[in-house]
């Protein structure tokens, strides 16, 4: 009996956080960071359950809650009970988004106003990653959190809106735009490059479009620090902010290909492009680099990896994997 009573009262104690987007980069590499670094998984039916200082974090694919569906987004909030909420879901493909605005902007957008609205209404913090092409990428400097939006494409006019309604909703929580996102899992920027790299003997990368890559497993810390960190309480149950966050350093996409090849030894020559003389359904910015003094100054203890750094944990990730 003492035994019962303890896992009942440990199952009332535990906050619930729903996680969406279980099969993406970033819900793959949250689930890895918490498998690997903290405790194992338990399976419950459909979902992960994976618990970290008394938060219990539900792992939710489209199967479970579909985002293009207001009707079970609906229905999926109104039967489950959920004490936070990350939103990890969203409509990255940057050049189909395009010709696929409607589903674009129902994931990014009308999707995240129920989310928000949901949040409110239930007195809890959402969490919504959000991206660096809100802005124009004419600026010669970092992009603050306060700087004007102006984005040059659907999939950034999508994301915009989402924030909006976030902040329109009145929910607690924090928006923290990312950049350039890559890791093991799914289709990215490094491992097309890899792909390519060996089987060919030179490719033509643009040189012109400055950023900073984030890997997903570091944007993933970076969302459990907030749930565990000693200043966790002022991000999630104060007044919703913006900040933004990726690793250290800047590169353009060229010094990032080059970084691909030379750590994995490949020995396939990297040609500098202008965006110019490159053929692209989207408009891409050109400067996107975010200043990320905001969260270093909210969350002193976390620390921030530089982007080639982060490349080489990332590469020998890969590596595993197709060793597996």
Same mark, same amino acid.
């Given at each position: ?5 303890l ?8 906050k619930?956080? +729903?996680v969406?987007?279980?099969n993406?980069?970033?819900g793959?590499s949250l689930?890895?960071? +918490?498998?690997? *670094? !903290?405790?194992?998984?338990? %399976?419950?039916?459909?979902y ?14 489209r199967?479970n809650?579909?985002l293009?569906?207001l ?5 999926f909030?109104?039967?489950?009970? !959920? ?6 879901a ?9 010709s696929?605005?409607?589903?674009a902007?129902q ?7 129920? *989310? ?12 919504q990653?959000?991206?660096d ?7 010669? %400097?970092?992009?603050d ?25 009145g929910?607690t ?6 950049? =350039? ?8 920027f490094? /491992? ?7 089987g ?5 990368v643009?040189?012109?479009q400055?950023?900073s ?7 993933? /810390?970076?969302? +459990? ?6 200043r ?20 353009? =996409?060229?010094?990032?290909? %080059?970084?691909?090849?030379d ?20 408009k ?7 200043n990320?003094? /905001?969260?270093r ?9 530089? =982007?080639?750094?982060? +490349?080489r ?12």
């Amino acid at each position: 009996m003492k035994v019962l009573n303890l896992i009942i009262r440990k199952i009332y104690m535990t906050k619930r956080i +729903l996680v969406t987007g279980k099969n993406g980069q970033l819900g793959n590499s949250l689930q890895k960071v +918490l498998n690997n *670094l !903290f405790f194992s998984s338990k %399976k419950f039916s459909d979902y992960n359950n994976f618990e970290l200082n008394g938060h219990s974090f539900i792992f939710v694919s489209r199967d479970n809650l579909d985002l293009s569906n207001l009707e079970s987004i609906k229905y999926f909030l109104e039967n489950n009970q !959920f004490k936070g909420i990350i939103n990890c879901a969203a409509y990255t493909s940057v050049d189909k988004a395009e010709s696929d605005i409607m589903t674009a902007e129902q994931i990014n957008h009308h999707a995240v106003a129920q *989310l928000a609205e949901f949040a409110r209404i239930s007195s809890i913090p959402l969490i919504q990653i959000s991206t660096d092409y809100v802005f124009h990428g004419r600026l010669s %400097k970092p992009y603050d959190e306060t700087d004007d939006t102006n984005p040059q494409n659907i999939y950034g006019h999508t994301k915009l809106k989402g924030e909006k309604a976030i902040i329109e909703s009145g929910c607690t929580g924090a928006i923290i735009r990312t950049s =350039w996102l890559h890791s093991e899992f799914g289709n990215n920027f490094v /491992k097309t490059i890899l792909n390519l790299g060996k089987g060919q003997k030179s490719l033509n990368v643009v040189n012109d479009q400055i950023g900073s890559p984030t890997y997903a497993t570091n944007l993933a /810390k970076l969302l +459990l620090t907030i749930f565990s960190g000693h200043r966790s309480t002022q991000i999630l149950n104060t007044k919703l902010n913006i900040y933004h966050f990726s690793d250290d350093g800047i590169c353009s =996409w060229y010094d990032f290909a %080059k970084a691909i090849f030379d750590l994995s030894n490949i020995s396939c020559k990297v040609n500098p492009l202008e965006t110019k003389d490159y053929q692209s359904i989207a408009k891409r910015p050109l400067y996107n680099v975010l200043n990320k003094r /905001k969260i270093r100054d909210y969350l002193p203890e976390l620390e921030i990896q530089h =982007w080639r750094d982060a +490349l080489r944990n990332c590469l020998i990730e890969i590596n595993k994997k197709s060793l597996s």
